[in-house]
């Protein structure tokens, strides 16, 4: 939905509306006020049929993540900084792209990986940063960005990049305007706190926010996060991009958006 205030909230598929099954999650988000989405993976079905799906809902795609593996396989949170996995990295990101221009899809998170005990940390890096700059190239070709996230070590342990800093550091290292920060407010109290001070330090290469709660990774409002401070600095900074509500609701999707109504004054979902 956007708003007069540049405040931007996209439903995050894989975790809204969970009370109905996916096909049927595009038409809820649109009724609760939403014009936009993102979900984790798209891979499960074609993307004429979700082009389909989002063209009936009237909705926008503004962010998938890259293809992971099989839960509980060493590729389980991606493939990026594994440097035994540079083929199935590549494939991966070449049928990401193919779904992102069919469904006119500006963003794709760019999933690291956990590194393997036996690879020492700056072989995993140094293949990593290969990696996505060239992903990022390729990326580029299609008109479409990379995203690259910092996820909390107790939800994934060992995941590649774990702080803001790491993740910035990545973007820096790549350089260009191939890859962005995916900023998740949820990891980043989780992992570091001192979030908006972060927000406002890495908002030029900020791409994408995600928005949770802490503890308990639920609505806005249901933990400790100080909301409207965050989103008036975010009002403030004049941050242009999307923000993906990426929680998990504490109980009907729909009896919990009231918190849109409370810290983003300009919703009318
Ligand atoms: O878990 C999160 O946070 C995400 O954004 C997922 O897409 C996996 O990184
Ligand atoms: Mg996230």
Wanted: proline letters at 6%; charged letters at 20%; aromatic letters at 10%.
């Amino acid at each position: 939905m956007t708003t007069d205030h540049g405040l931007r909230f996209c439903a995050n598929l894989g975790r809204l509306f969970g009370e109905v099954p996916f096909e049927e999650r595009f038409d809820a988000a649109a009724e609760a006020g939403f014009s936009a989405v993102e979900y984790a993976s798209p891979y499960g079905r074609s993307p004429v049929e979700l082009r389909r799906r989002l063209k009936d809902a009237g909705l926008r795609q503004v962010l998938f993540n890259s293809p992971v593996g099989a839960p509980g396989t060493p590729t389980a949170a991606g493939t990026a900084c594994l440097p035994d996995r540079v083929g199935e990295f590549r494939d991966g990101i070449t049928r990401a792209l193919d779904y992102a221009v069919e469904l006119e899809c500006p963003l794709v998170h760019l999933r690291a990986g956990v590194r393997p005990a036996d690879v020492p940390r700056d072989t995993a890096f140094s293949r990593y940063v290969a990696n996505v700059a060239w992903a990022g190239q390729l990326a580029a070709g299609a008109g479409v960005r990379l995203v690259i996230e910092a996820v909390n070590a107790r939800d994934i342990p060992g995941y590649f990049l774990q702080t803001q800093e790491q993740a910035a550091g990545v973007v820096a290292a790549v350089g260009g305007d191939q890859v962005g920060l995916l900023f998740d407010i949820y990891h980043c109290q989780m992992s570091q706190g001192d979030v908006s001070t972060r927000l406002e330090e890495f908002l030029p290469s900020i791409a994408h926010i995600q928005v949770a709660d802490v503890p308990g990774r639920a609505e806005p409002g249901s933990g400790e996060i100080a909301w409207d401070f965050v989103f008036d600095r975010l009002r403030a900074l004049g941050y242009p991009g999307w923000i993906g509500c990426e929680y998990r609701p504490a109980n009907a999707t729909a009896d919990g958006l009231g918190w849109l109504t409370r810290y983003a004054p300009e919703w009318n979902g």
